[in-house]
């Protein structure tokens, strides 16, 4: 049992402030917006680059955490006063006392450790090792992919007397992080699972970055790895020698530990045929359930351990025949009666289960929220305490209706009697009564162990759809939105257009996730659309951009503060003002787009009607608009609309006698003209995954792809035509033809017609045959001959670059983008 007043000795800090009573530390907490259970939290304020933990002390406090580590007296707000009843740790950086706190409690088991760095794979070899040791042991592992700074700490914390191994991943993005990992992990066994371009920007070297991962390896008993990666072969060999390695290879079979012969692939699954060196030459054939190289490379490093661990050879491919791919991301998906499902439906175990209602209590939708759990599988623990432990989070992360389903969750549902909800052995009892009408406007989050089949429920949930889907993948909007960041200044504000659903992306999804990751201000063209937010519970200041007159009312209501433009519009909210208070305006400046915004000659006009009105009226910012922000020949236009900015704001602030946000740049803007950030910047498009200056494409990721099914495929015999307007035609040879499921009414731009657009089959691309119809269209798959119903399509994503199609039928990819009906069903993706 650990009490705050053994930290100082474990973290070299000192106690500021006692708590009244002596208190137990028994959960780690990083992060405000993650309280589980605020008793028996310690909160570690952390600075980062974007943001300081003691910002949140009172926010925490608040909700009931007591215990806290600081690393800036001056910066607990309002003082240690502040909070009688806290205690406070004084150290000198709080994510290194962290650090030394788990590797103190790490200290305190001796058990076998398996440690894991590597490129790729270290989250699916981890997945895979715990599910093929798992019948031989009680296993700790790292959640998901928690292998930084603050998430290994987070996953050694976990170990508790009961297990018998950990298994951690590492990874790291700069020099000098390795260390740090293998101090709080202090493996006893090592895997180094490759070495790829990932995170090349912190390492001068290939050499310098694989030699800093091998730091986790430094005092392993035994390291596992595959001898074709040379310079991994090398940096092993220097630090730990032949004795301390146990090699396995394809390609130098000569000298390893486990030689590796493929001698058998076909679509599902690789047949290998291994040497093992023990010391005598054994040699076995296993089956690998899968097919790709990545998969096939990380299931030979679980065998190469399985082998090491003697596990009996016909009990390792028992396993192995189980092994499934993980379905690492957590997907949340549109489902019948306006309700959302967050589809975790892998594995179910403790760490896992609070990680998911994490993400379901970040969702602000309104209704309610309802978590369908499958019996938890958490090893070493007594049924009783287990649930009534995953009980006692609930309530934290607003769930309201609990429906369990297993044998042993439902012998103790007394425990969730605070809850409605019901309780099913199985999930076949729950398919038989599921009711949809009882399911309307809530989040559901569907947790279940892979063996309780949980996607049945998920597909269940789910309408008919007809197979066209835009997904958009949250994770690469997360990293288009620090890219943009990265850019600004720390004071710099950031104003996110969530304009047009989200530029077709789904205004509230994304709204939601800028609002988790602190956007300053969000803005959307009408009112309706601030509207819609709001009652999404996203709480950021709203800027509206045209609103009209008989919108006011609402504006008011919801908290939406208007763009004023013009004379007409400003003496309309004066007039709306005069009744009762109305929210804070943002003043459009034209500057030369234009378009909206009031002129460098109607300043005057404007500045004295403020002065009169001032007290009436609360300006909020000034902005203006760039016309040729994304392009260099515009260069000299684009600065002097700058300049006319700036000479027209400061008339505009004296007049109100305060000063207020002034702000001009779109994402071209905000690449392009550093220098001219000014308060806050507009980021759109970039956010979307298109870097609209096209001078640093590749930093971005692309955030939406818009996928079909092949409906029929058939043939077409030379000569006969194939739609509307008999446009395509089969000239000269035979061809086989696929109907897709999507045309012009879900978005798909009619001058794709006629081989000017393409799609992705089976990674091949196939041009459009005859006109796009209504509801479908037809393409050309002669040269795809596996194409067949039911394959996936790719209309626009990763493989198919938007700014190319854009530019196929002359529009920009904001077009397309907008364009994507709102019947097409969005899915959301987090990895
Ligand atoms: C849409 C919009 C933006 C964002 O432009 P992007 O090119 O998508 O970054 C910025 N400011 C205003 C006024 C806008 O209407």
């Avoid at 390695?245 to 699954?269: D, M």
């Avoid at 994304?630 to 700036?646: I, M, T």
């Avoid at 008339?651 to 003209?673: D, K, M, P, Q, T």
């Avoid at 657009?757 to 795809?784: F, K, Q, S, W, Y």
Wanted: charged share 20%; aromatic share 8%; hydrophobic share 45%.
């Amino acid at each position: 049992m650990l009490l705050f007043t053994d930290l100082p000795a474990l973290t070299s800090g000192t106690l500021l402030q006692l708590p009244p009573e002596a208190t137990r530390v028994q959960y780690l907490l990083l992060d405000s917006r993650r309280v589980g259970q605020p008793a028996g939290s310690l909160f570690f304020a952390i600075r980062g680059a974007q943001h300081n933990g003691h910002r949140y002390l009172p926010d925490l406090y608040q909700r009931g955490v007591r215990l806290f580590v600081v690393d800036r007296v001056e910066e607990i707000p309002g003082g240690k006063l502040a909070f009688p009843e806290a205690g406070f740790l004084l150290v000198e950086d709080s994510l290194v006392a962290l650090q030394a706190l788990a590797a103190w409690h790490r200290r305190q088991f001796e058990i076998p450790v398996i440690g894991i760095t590597g490129s790729n794979g270290k989250t699916i070899v981890k997945e895979w090792l715990a599910q093929l040791l798992g019948s031989d042991e009680l296993i700790c592992k790292s959640p998901r992919s928690y292998n930084s700074q603050v998430g290994v700490p987070l996953s050694v914390w976990e170990l508790n007397a009961t297990h018998t191994l950990g298994i951690f991943e590492a990874g790291i993005s700069e020099r000098g992080e390795m260390v740090k990992l293998a101090h709080i992990i202090q493996p006893t066994l090592g895997i180094f699972t490759n070495l790829g371009t990932a995170h090349d920007a912190g390492f001068p070297s290939a050499e310098e970055k694989v030699n800093e991962k091998m730091q986790l390896f430094a005092a392993v008993d035994t390291l596992f790895y595959c001898r074709d990666h040379d310079a991994i072969h090398r940096a092993a060999q220097q630090m730990l020698g032949p004795a301390r390695t146990f090699i396995w290879s394809r390609q130098h079979q000569q000298g390893a530990n486990l030689g590796v012969t493929v001698t058998e692939a076909s679509a599902e699954r690789t047949v290998v045929h291994v040497n093992l060196v023990r010391p005598r030459v054994e040699e076995y054939t296993f089956t690998l359930p899968f097919a790709d190289e990545p998969s096939v490379e990380n299931a030979l490093h679980c065998l190469a351990v399985l082998l090491w661990y003697a596990v009996p050879t016909a009990e390792i491919q028992r396993r192995l025949d189980r092994l499934l791919p993980i379905a690492m991301r957590l997907e949340m998906k549109q489902a019948l009666n306006d309700c959302y499902v967050l589809d975790d439906t892998y594995n179910n175990d403790l760490a896992g289960l609070t990680l998911a209602l994490d993400a379901l209590a970040r969702q602000p939708r309104r209704g309610q929220r309802t978590l369908i759990l499958s019996d938890v599988l958490e090893s070493g623990q007594p049924a009783g305490e287990l649930y009534a432990r995953v009980a006692a989070q609930l309530p934290a992360h607003g769930v309201e209706r609990v429906i369990g389903i297993g044998p042993a969750i439902s012998e103790y549902q007394h425990l969730f009697g605070a809850f409605q909800g019901a309780f099913f052995a199985t999930t076949e009892e729950f398919l038989a009564n599921f009711q949809p009408e009882q399911f309307r406007h809530e989040t559901i989050l569907v947790k279940g162990a892979r063996r309780f089949e949980f996607e049945r429920i998920v597909a269940a949930f789910q309408q008919k759809i007809h197979g066209t889907v835009l997904e958009v993948n949250l994770d690469a909007l997360v990293h288009n939105l620090n890219y943009y960041r990265a850019r600004l200044a720390p004071g710099t504000r950031l104003m996110v257009m969530v304009k047009a659903f989200a530029y077709g992306s789904g205004s509230y999804e994304v709204a939601n996730l800028l609002q988790f990751h602190r956007a300053d201000y969000l803005a959307v063209a009408y009112a309706d659309e601030g509207v819609e937010l709001r009652q999404h519970g996203i709480s950021l200041p709203i800027m509206v951009m045209n609103p009209s007159p008989d919108s006011f009312q609402k504006l008011r209501q919801y908290h939406l503060e208007p763009e004023i433009y013009s004379f007409e519009r400003l003496h309309d909210y004066l007039l709306a003002a005069q009744d009762q208070p109305m929210p804070a305006i943002h003043l459009k400046l034209d500057t030369g787009m234009r378009r909206l915004g009031f002129a460098e000659e109607d300043l005057d006009e404007l500045c004295t009607l403020l002065r009169k009105k001032a007290p009436q009226l609360r300006v909020a910012s000034m902005l203006t608009h760039l016309a040729g922000a994304d392009e260099e020949q515009h260069n000299d236009f684009s600065r002097q609309q700058l300049a006319a900015f700036q000479r027209m704001t400061p008339l505009v602030e004296a007049a109100l006698g305060y000063s207020v946000l002034r702000h001009a740049l779109n994402s071209a803007g905000i690449v392009r003209f550093p220098e001219a950030h000014l308060d806050m910047v507009r980021l759109g498009i970039g956010l979307y995954g298109v870097e609209a200056s096209g001078k640093d494409t590749a930093a971005l990721r692309p955030v939406s792809t818009l996928r079909t099914i092949i409906s029929q495929v058939k043939k077409l015999p030379a000569g006969q035509t194939v739609g509307y307007g008999r446009r395509g035609a089969a000239t000269d040879f035979e061809r086989r033809i696929a109907t897709i499921a999507i045309g012009y009414a879900d978005g798909y731009d009619r001058r794709f017609g006629n081989g000017v657009g393409e799609v992705v089959i089976r990674g091949l691309r196939a041009p459009i045959l005859g006109n796009v119809c209504m509801d479908m269209c037809m393409v050309d798959v002669t040269h795809i001959p596996d194409a067949q119903a039911g394959d996936l399509v790719v209309v626009f994503g990763e493989e198919l670059p938007l700014v190319e199609l854009a530019s196929r039928i002359g529009t920009i990819a904001y077009e397309l983008l907008t364009n994507v009906s709102e019947r097409v069903k969005r899915i959301f993706i987090t990895e």
